[in-house]
């Protein structure tokens, strides 16, 4: 009885032993593949943030370049019209080193009910074309009276980071329109 409580015993042992590795060796797993996932998760914030500078140069590039079209999504007049949604691909305002391409909507009036027209006019030059970086993006401004008496200046507020961008066109005579969308290259 002795003896067969001995080798109970020692059977016992030797399984405590063989779980204790089998425990040591299934944590070691755990730790080389936290390790693992902590790496890749490092290379992929890596890659993100190249893939963001550089899409920053593209956009910054496209606006020093004077060659890049703003696609409108939702447009306002201001001071507090309705937002409405564009759905029309054929809006655009798009820059060229040489001209400047408006197809853009627009309401005119002095008082309600304003009346929608679209601005429709390849204009070969425009007025005070100012490019200024500042800590968020771009700000690119022009005027130009697209062949008739009223003077319009358009505002761009370009996003480096986000390639979004604001459109105020305003105009000494009717409310101001403020356009919502995203910069492309032409």
């Given amino acids: 009885m002795r003896r067969s409580i ?22 070691n797993a755990d730790v080389d593949k936290n390790n ?57 305002v798009a820059i060229w080193s040489d001209a400047v391409d408006v197809c853009m909507p627009f309401l005119k009036g002095y008082a309600p ?11 070969p030059s425009v007025e005070d074309y100012t490019t200024e970086q500042t800590s968020h993006g771009w700000i690119v401004s022009f ?11 358009f505002l761009f507020e370009i996003s480096s980071h986000y390639g979004g961008a604001q459109l105020t066109i305003s105009s000494p005579f009717y409310n101001s329109m403020q356009y919502s969308g995203n910069i492309l290259g032409n």
Avoid: C, W
């Avoid at 001995?6 to 944590?27: C, F, R, W």
């Avoid at 790496?39 to 500078?53: K, P």
């Avoid at 130009?144 to 009223?150: A, D, E, I, K």
């Fill in 6 to 27: 001995i080798i109970t015993l020692s059977l016992l042992a030797m399984a405590m032993v063989g779980i204790g590795v089998s425990i040591d060796a299934k944590s």
């Fill in 36 to 92: 693992q996932r902590t790496a890749q998760q490092e290379a992929r914030r890596q890659r993100r943030a190249e893939r963001l500078a550089e899409y920053e140069k593209y956009i910054d590039s496209l606006v020093l370049s004077h060659n890049f079209r703003f696609m409108p999504q939702t447009m306002q007049q201001l001071p507090a019209g309705q937002v409405r949604t564009i759905f029309n691909p054929s809006y655009e």
């Fill in 113 to 123: 009910p304003y009346y929608p027209v679209v601005f429709n006019y390849v204009l």
């Fill in 143 to 153: 005027t130009t009276n697209m062949f008739s008496v009223n003077e319009y200046k």
